[in-house]
C-alpha cells in the first residue's frame, strides 16, 4: 500500500496526491501538522533529513521531494505518457521540474506563503518573480495546450499548484489568458482532483 505524508494546503503534497488520483492509485494519506513543526520530529527526518514533506512510501521504498516522487510515479505506475523518455522530450520535462522548483517555487509559491502560513518573506520581490515566470508561461502556452508535447505529463502536474494558486498570493492570473485556459484544461482531465484554492 501507498503512503503519503502530507498537508493539506501544501502544494508540494497536492502535486502527488494530483498524480494519485489521475493515476487511480489507492493510497493511504498521514497528515503531518506543520505549524506544530512535525515535519521536524526525529521520526519523520529518518526519512526525510530535509525535515520536508511530501514523503511518499511504497513498501519498503522512502521517496522525499514531490518532482522526485511525480518521476517514480509516472515510470512506476504511469506509462511514456506521463514521462516520455525519448531524449529531446524528457530533457524538456525536467527543465520544467526545474522551473517548478526554482522559478515557481521562488515567485507564486513564497508569495502565498506570507498570506496562508504567515512566513516572513519579501512579499514584493516574490510577487515581481511571480509575474516574470507567468508572462513566460503565457507566451509559451500561446504555442500550445500543454507544457511538453501535445499531452499533459509531469511538467503540466509539478507546474500547476503554485500558479494556481497564485490568486492566494495575491497575484491576479487576469493578464494570462493562455494560463488560464491550460489550468482550466488541467481541471478537465480524467481523475483530476481539486484542494483549497483551487
Ligand atoms: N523540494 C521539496 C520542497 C518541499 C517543501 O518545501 N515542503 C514544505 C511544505 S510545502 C515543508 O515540508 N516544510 C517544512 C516545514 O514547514 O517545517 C518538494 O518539492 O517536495
Known amino acids: 500500500m501507498i503512503k ?53 512510501m511504497d513498501g519498503d521504498l522512502v521517496i522525499s521531494d514531490s518532482h522526485a516522487i511525480l518521476v517514480y510515479l509516472a515510470r512506476r505506475y504511469g506509462n511514456e505518457d506521463w514521462l516520455p523518455v525519448e531524449a529531446v522530450s524528457m530533457s524538456k520535462v525536467i527543465e520544467w521540474l526545474s522551473i517548478s522548483a526554482n522559478e515557481i517555487q521562488n515567485g507564486p509559491c513564497t508569495a502565498r506563503l506570507y498570506f496562508v502560513f504567515n512566513a516572513k518573506i519579501d512579499l514584493d520581490l516574490a510577487q515581481q518573480r511571480a509575474h516574470e515566470v507567468l508572462k513566460v508561461i503565457d507566451k509559451y502556452l500561446q504555442q500550445q495546450d500543454w507544457l511538453v508535447l501535445n499531452r499533459p505529463t509531469i511538467a503540466d502536474i509539478a507546474c500547476y499548484p503554485y500558479i494556481g494558486l497564485a490568486p492566494e498570493g495575491g497575484i491576479s492570473l487576469e493578464a494570462y489568458p493562455n494560463v488560464v485556459a491550460w489550468i482550466n484544461r488541467i481541471k478537465g482531465l480524467t481523475g483530476y482532483i481539486g484542494m483549497p484554492g483551487l
Open 4 to 56: 503519503l505524508f502530507n498537508h493539506e494546503l501544501s502544494g508540494n503534497s497536492y502535486k502527488v496526491r494530483l498524480m494519485l488520483s489521475l493515476l487511480g492509485l489507492e493510497y493511504e494519506v498521514v497528515d503531518i501538522d506543520l505549524k506544530a513543526g512535525e515535519a521536524k520530529s526525529p521520526w519523520l527526518l529518518k526519512m526525510n533529513p530535509l525535515g520536508q514533506i511530501p514523503i511518499l
